[in-house]
């Protein structure tokens, strides 16, 4: 199983970002996908996630700017970023869950200039 990060890149505070994950080698069978991100020097954190039924969660640092989703057909996770900050600079990393197994992506990093 390989999950492919793409869209990160440099933007100024209140820019927009899209993140795509494709999952190649195995079914989009995964019970959670969702994002993780890592700052220089913290620990990595859950950003948002969509399980198989649709239910999102969301850090609360990004409610209300962010959104995940998934389709099924293209075997993608997105996370929409938008009203971006400072403070969301890190390396972000898609996630997948099925059963015990879970599956990282490797990061992209998205830098928000003030």
């Known amino acids: 199983v390989q999950l492919q990060a793409s869209g990160g890149g440099l933007v100024q505070a209140g820019g927009s970002l899209r993140l795509s994950c494709v999952v190649s080698?195995?079914?989009?069978?995964?019970?959670?996908v969702g994002w993780y991100r890592q700052a220089p020097g913290k620990q990595r954190e859950l950003v948002a996630r969509?399980?198989?039924?649709?239910?999102?969660y969301y850090a609360d640092s990004v409610k209300g700017r962010f959104t995940v989703s998934r389709s099924n057909a293209k075997k993608t996770v997105y996370l929409q970023m938008n009203s971006l900050k400072p403070e969301d600079t890190a390396v972000y990393f898609c996630n997948a869950n099925r059963g015990m197994a879970e599956y990282w992506g490797q990061g992209t990093q998205v830098t928000v200039s003030s």
């Open positions: 080698g195995s079914a989009f069978n995964f019970n959670v």
């Open positions: 969509i399980t198989a039924g649709g239910s999102t």
